[in-house]
C-alpha cells in the first residue's frame, strides 16, 4: 500500500542494509527518574498467545493527557487503538516484506522469545548488554523487537507473515508494500488459524472496518460513479460479516463469494489514478490520510521503553529507519514524520512528565520545514490533506498540520496564559513551553486560514498577551488570597495587597520574564506596566476618599509608593533605548507623594499649633531662674525644645512618602515658634522712654541762676511715670535679664544641631525609601538656612537686651550717683571716680550670671551705656551742672579711669573695642578745651558747612556745639545764645 511515487521520500532499507546499522548500547535515558527493576519473579508467566501489555509491568504513575487529543474526525467504524496498533504491525511487516526481510519464525523460538522478554523486564539499567546480540541481528532481530515493543504475540506475529508471503503467491513483479494489506489477509488467512471463533471474527471484523475507512469514509479522490461503488463495497462488508452468523458451509461460500466482489471492486478503487502518480504503482487505500497518520502514530508510540515511558528504546534509531519503509504505504512525508513525531513524543511528555521527552519534542518541530523549504509535490500532497472537525457544535476545516499542531499550541497558550499558576516553581518546563509555542505558531501561521488573516499576531504580541494574561490571573489570585486572609492580620487589605504583588512582580521578573524578554525584549516594561494599572485601580478608593492621615493611610500610602518606585525602576532599567519613556508616560501614576504630602501638611500645621500652645504655655510659667548652677538659662526653652523635637520624632516616625515641601513646611513651622517665643521675651521689657529721664530743658548761663527755682521748674517739666512702671522695670533686675540671655542663646546654639538632626534624618529617610525624585543638591537647598528668621530674631534680641540691661542698669539702678549726681554742684567735687564700686558690683553680678561667650556682649552694653550716661551729663545735664575751660583735662581723666575699667587690665574688653566706643565721647569732651570765641566761631561756620553733607573743623555738629555753649559757665557764651539762638537764661 505505498503512497504517491512521485513524493521524496527515503527508500526503505533491505535487511543487509539494516544489519550494517549499529546497537545503541543503553537506553537514550531523558531525564527518567531511577525506578526498581522489576525481577522475573515479579512478572506473571507469559503465554506465546498472550499479548504482552505495557500497563501491566509499568512502575511509572502517569499523568491523564485526555484532554489533549488530535483534531481528526473520529472514527464511523469505531476502530479501537488496539485495532490500529495491530494493523500498524502488519503494515510494518508489509513494508518488511518488500525489503524482502519477512521470514517466518520456527514454533522454536516461542520460549526464547518469552526467555528475551523475561530477561528484559528484569535486566538491570546499568547493564550494557545489546538485546540484539543474545539472538538475531539487523531486520529480523528488529523486527522482533518491534513485535515486543507493540505488544504482538509470536502467534499473531507468525500468523500474519505466513499470509502475507501466501498473498504474495502469484504476483510476480509485485512489491509486496503495493498490496492492499486488509484485503489479502482477509483471503490468505482462514477462520482455522485463529484459537476460537470469536478472536476470528473481532480479527475479521478489524481488518473489515480498515478497509471501510480507508476506501469509502475519507477519500480524497472521489468515486466516479457516484457513489455506487462506495455502497456496493459497504453492501460486500456487510455481507462477509454477515457470513460469520451462516452456517458453515453456507458462510463459507458467501464469503468466498464475497471477498471476489470485493476483491473486483476495492482493488480498482485503490489504484485508481490521483495527483498525477501513475496506476498500478500506488495503492491508494486511505488517501484521506486520517486512518494513515493514526497507524503511524501507533508505529511512532513504539520507540518508548515498555520498562519507563519517560524513556526511549535502546534500538529508537533502528527503529525510526525501518519506520521509513512503511512511508509508502502510509502517504507519510519528511514533514508529516517530524509533525507525527513530534505529537508522538509531546503526548507522551503529558503521560510521563519528563522533560527531556518534551526537549525531544521541541527538536522534531524544529525539523518540520517551513512552506518554502518542502518540495512542489510535498506542498501539493499537504495541501489535499485536510478533514471537518466538529468543534464547538459546527464544523471546522483543518488541514494536516492543524490537526496535529492545534491541540499542541491550545495546551501551549492554556499554560502560558497564566504560567504563573502553571509553572508555580519556574521549572525548565517554563522555558520549553514558550519554545513549544513559538515554534507550533510559526508553523501554523502558514496556513491557509491563518496565513489569510489581515493581521496576525507577531511573536513579539503574542509574548505580551501571555504576559498580560498570566500577570491579570495572578493578580485576580492575590486580591483573593488577601481577601481571605486581611480578617486574620492588622494589616490594611491594600498595604498587604501592595506587599504580595511586590512578591509576584519579584518572581515575575526573576523567573519568568528572563526567559520571555528573548523573545520579547520589554516584557519586563510590560507586566511592570499592567501590575501598576492593576493596582492602581484597587488603590483609587481609597486615595479619593483619604483626608486625614490616619493609621490606614500611615500603612496604605508607603506600600504603594514602594510598589510604583520598584515598578518604575524595572521599567528603566529594562528597556532598552528609549522604550522606558514609552511606558512611564502610559503609566497613570499614582501621585502618593502628593497625596500623603497634603495629608502631612494638615497632620504638620496642626502639630505647629500644638506647638505654639505650648511656647505659649511655657512662657506664662517661666520665672526667669537658672534651670541649675551648669545650666543658667530658662526652663521654659528647654520645653520649647522638648516639643519640638517630640514633633519631628513624630514627623520621621511616618512612614509616608514626602516632598521637601512638606520639610520646609515643619522647619518654616518651627522657625516660627522660636521667633514667637523671642517676641515674648522682648515683649516682657520695659519700654527704654521709661528708663531714660526726660531730657531737661535747654537754658543758657547766668550769674543770677536761681537754682532752686529752676530745679522746681525742671522737676515740673519732666515726665511723670505710669505706677505700674517702676514695678515692671524693678522686676527686670539684673539677674532675670540675664537669664534671658542665657536663655535666648541656648535657643540659637541649639538651632543648628536640631537642624543638622532634621537634615540627616530626613537624608536617611530619602535613602531607606530609594526615593531619587530629587537631587542631592535640591534637597540640600531646601533645607539651607532654614531657621534664617529665628536666627536673626534671636540675635537681634539679644543685641537689645545687652543695650536694655546697660541702659537699665546706668539710667535706672544708678540714676542718682551718675545721671543725677555726677559733676555737682563742680567737677572736682563729684568725679566719676565715686561710680567705679558701683559698676563693678554691677559688672561682678553680671559675669556671675550671664554665660560666657555673651559676657563680652552684655559688658559691651553696660560700657556702651555708661558712656551715653556721661554725654548725657555733660552734654544734658541741665543748668545744675556748668563747665569751664579746666573742667576738660577732669573730664578728659575721668574718661580714662572708665575706659580702663572696662579693659581691667586685659580680663575686661579687648582695648581695641573699648578704644572704639571712648573716641565718640573723647571728641566730645575736648570740645570743653577750647575758647568760647572758638566754640562761636566754630558753630558759625558749621551751619553753612553742614548744608553741603559736611563738618567743621573740630568735627562737632551744631547741636553739640550749643549744648556746649549752655553749658559753659562764660557770659560772652551766654550773650551768643541769647542773640543767636534765643535760647532762655537758667532763672525760673
Request: glycine share 4%; with cysteine.
Amino acid at each position: 500500500m505505498p503512497i504517491l511515487s512521485n513524493l521524496a521520500v527515503s527508500e526503505p532499507l533491505d535487511s543487509e542494509q539494516l544489519e550494517e546499522l549499529p546497537s545503541l548500547s543503553k537506553s537514550q535515558s531523558l531525564n527518567s527518574s531511577h525506578l526498581k527493576e522489576l525481577t522475573v519473579d515479579d512478572i506473571d508467566d507469559f503465554d506465546d498467545d498472550v499479548e504482552v501489555e505495557s500497563h501491566r509491568y509499568s512502575r511509572r504513575v502517569l499523568n491523564d493527557a485526555s484532554d489533549v487529543v488530535l483534531e481528526l474526525p473520529s472514527f464511523a467504524t469505531g476502530i479501537a487503538d488496539d485495532d490500529l496498533r495491530e494493523t500498524a504491525y502488519e503494515i510494518l511487516l508489509a513494508a518488511a516484506g518488500a525489503s524482502g526481510g519477512l521470514i517466518v519464525p520456527s514454533k522454536e523460538k516461542k520460549k526464547d522469545t518469552k526467555s528475551r522478554l523475561m530477561k528484559k523486564l528484569g535486566r538491570s539499567k546499568s547493564d550494557n548488554v545489546v538485546l540484539q546480540s543474545q539472538s538475531s541481528h539487523g531486520l529480523v532481530g528488529l523486527l522482533e523487537t518491534m513485535r515486543v515493543q507493540m505488544e504482538i504475540s509470536v502467534e499473531t506475529d507468525i500468523r500474519t507473515r505466513q499470509a502475507l508471503l501466501s498473498a504474495m503467491v502469484g504476483k510476480v513483479g509485485k512489491r509486496m508494500d503495493t498490496l492492499l494489506i486488509p484485503l489479502e489477509l482477509l483471503c490468505c488467512m482462514s477462520r482455522m488459524e485463529l484459537s476460537d471463533k470469536k478472536s476470528y471474527i473481532k480479527w475479521q471484523k478489524r481488518q473489515l472496518n480498515m478497509l471501510e475507512e480507508g476506501l469509502v469514509n475519507h477519500p480524497v479522490v472521489g468515486f466516479g460513479e457516484s457513489g455506487r461503488k462506495a455502497s456496493d463495497l459497504r453492501v460486500l462488508l456487510a455481507k462477509i460479516e454477515e457470513s460469520e452468523s451462516l452456517p458453515s458451509a453456507t458462510g463459507e461460500l458467501q464469503r468466498i463469494e464475497c471477498l471476489k466482489s470485493l476483491r473486483n471492486i476495492s482493488i480498482p478503487l485503490a489504484e485508481r489514478p490521483a495527483r498525477g502518480d501513475l496506476t498500478g504503482e500506488i495503492c491508494h487505500w486511505a488517501d484521506g490520510y486520517h486512518l494513515n497518520v493514526k497507524l503511524y502514530e501507533k508505529l511512532l508510540v513504539s520507540v518508548f521503553d515498555v520498562l519507563d515511558e519517560g524513556k526511549l528504546a535502546e534500538e529508537v534509531e533502528e527503529m525510526l529507519e525501518l519506520f521509513k519503509s512503511t512511508w509508502r504505504i502510509l502517504g507519510i512525508t519528511e514533514t508529516i514524520h517530524y509533525t507525527c513525531y513530534a505529537w508522538v513524543l509531546f503526548r507522551q511528555f503529558l503521560i510521563t512528565g519528563e522533560l527531556g521527552i518534551l526537549r525531544h519534542a521541541i527538536e522534531q518541530l524544529k525539523k518540520i520545514p517551513l512552506k518554502d523549504q518542502r518540495g512542489p509535490q510535498e506542498r501539493l500532497h499537504l495541501r489535499s490533506l485536510s478533514c471537518k472537525v466538529e468543534s464547538e457544535k459546527r464544523f471546522q476545516e483543518l488541514t494536516f498540520l492543524q490537526s496535529f499542531l492545534l491541540p499542541i499550541q491550545k495546551w501551549a497558550d492554556t499554560r502560558l496564559a497564566d504560567y504563573h499558576l502553571h509553572f508555580a516553581e519556574g521549572s525548565k518546563l517554563f522555558e520549553d513551553a514558550v519554545a513549544v509555542s513559538m515554534i507550533v505558531r510559526r508553523l501554523l501561521l502558514e496556513e491557509p486560514e491563518l496565513a489569510a488573516q489581515s493581521t496576525p499576531l507577531t511573536d513579539v504580541e503574542q509574548i505580551e498577551l501571555y504576559v498580560t494574561s498570566s500577570i491579570k490571573n495572578a493578580f485576580t489570585r492575590v486580591v483573593q488570597d488577601v481577601e481571605t486572609f486581611s480578617d486574620t492580620t492588622n494589616e490594611h487589605p491594600l498595604a498587604l495587597l501592595a506587599e504580595q504583588t511586590e512578591k509576584l512582580l519579584k518572581k515575575d521578573t526573576t523567573v519568568y520574564t528572563p526567559i520571555l524578554i528573548q523573545r520579547h525584549r520589554n516584557a519586563n516594561a510590560v507586566s511592570a506596566s499592567l501590575v501598576h494599572k492593576l493596582y492602581g485601580i484597587k488603590l483609587k478608593p481609597f486615595i479619593d476618599s483619604a483626608e486625614h492621615l490616619t493609621e490606614d493611610a500611615v500603612s496604605v500610602l508607603p506600600a504603594a509608593d514602594s510598589l510604583e518606585q520598584n515598578l518604575m525602576v524595572i521599567i528603566k532599567s529594562t528597556c532598552e533605548g528609549g522604550n522606558a519613556d514609552t511606558y512611564l508616560k502610559k503609566l497613570n501614576v499614582y501621585k502618593i507623594e502628593t497625596i500623603s504630602g497634603t495629608l502631612v501638611l494638615r497632620w504638620v500645621n496642626s502639630q505647629l499649633a500644638r506647638i505654639l500652645n505650648w511656647v505659649e504655655r511655657a512662657f506664662q510659667q517661666e520665672h526667669w531662674t537658672p534651670v541649675s548652677t551648669q545650666q543658667r538659662h530658662g526652663s521654659s526653652i528647654v520645653e520649647v525644645y522638648r516639643i519640638v523635637e517630640e514633633t519631628v520624632d513624630q514627623f520621621f516616625a511616618l512612614k509616608v512618602p514626602m516632598r521637601s515641601g512638606e520639610l520646609s513646611c515643619l522647619f518654616r513651622g518651627i522657625d516660627n515658634a522660636f521667633q514667637v517665643y523671642t517676641k515674648n521675651v522682648l515683649d516682657s521689657l520695659a519700654d527704654m522712654e521709661d528708663i531714660i529721664p526726660t531730657v531737661p530743658a535747654l537754658t543758657r548761663y547766668s550769674k543770677e541762676t536761681g537754682i532752686k527755682a529752676f530745679v522746681k521748674k525742671e522737676l515740673a517739666d519732666q515726665r511723670v511715670p505710669d505706677v505700674k512702671q517702676p514695678r515692671e522695670i524693678n522686676i527686670l533686675t539684673t539677674s532675670t535679664l540675664c537669664v534671658q540671655l542665657n536663655t535666648l542663646f541656648y535657643a540659637i546654639s541649639q538651632l543648628s544641631k536640631l537642624e543638622d538632626s532634621i537634615w540627616e534624618r530626613w537624608t536617611r529617610k530619602r535613602q531607606h525609601d530609594g526615593q531619587k525624585r530629587h537631587t542631592e543638591s535640591e534637597l540640600r537647598n531646601s533645607t539651607k538656612d532654614t531657621f534664617d528668621g529665628s536666627r536673626k530674631d534671636i540675635n537681634a534680641a539679644i543685641d537689645q537686651i545687652c543695650e536694655f540691661t546697660g541702659t537699665k542698669t546706668i539710667f535706672w539702678d544708678l540714676r542718682e550717683p551718675f545721671i543725677d549726681g555726677l559733676y555737682k554742684p563742680s567737677v572736682t567735687q563729684s568725679r566719676l571716680e565715686t561710680l567705679i564700686e558701683p559698676l563693678d558690683m554691677v559688672l561682678n553680678q553680671l559675669c556671675d550670671i550671664i554665660i560666657e561667650p555673651l559676657r563680652d556682649r552684655v559688658v559691651t552694653g553696660l560700657l556702651q551705656a555708661s558712656l551715653d550716661g556721661l554725654l548725657r551729663v555733660i552734654l544734658d545735664g541741665g543748668p545744675q551742672r556748668i563747665f569751664t575751660l579746666v573742667d576738660a583735662k577732669l573730664l578728659e581723666e575721668d574718661l580714662e579711669v572708665l575706659k580702663e575699667f572696662f579693659i581691667s587690665g586685659g580680663d575686661g574688653l579687648p582695648r581695641g573695642v573699648v578704644e572704639n566706643q571712648v573716641a565718640r565721647v573723647r571728641q566730645v569732651i575736648k570740645l570743653h578745651g577750647y575758647e568760647t570765641r572758638e566754640l562761636i566761631e566754630e558753630l558759625r561756620s558749621t551751619g553753612e558747612i553742614e548744608l553741603r553733607g559736611g563738618r567743621g573743623k573740630l568735627g562737632a555738629d551744631t547741636k553739640t556745639l550749643i549744648r556746649i555753649l549752655c553749658h559753659r559757665k562764660d557770659s560772652e557764651a551766654s550773650q551768643f545764645l541769647k542773640k543767636q539762638h534765643k535760647i532762655p537764661k537758667s532763672t525760673a
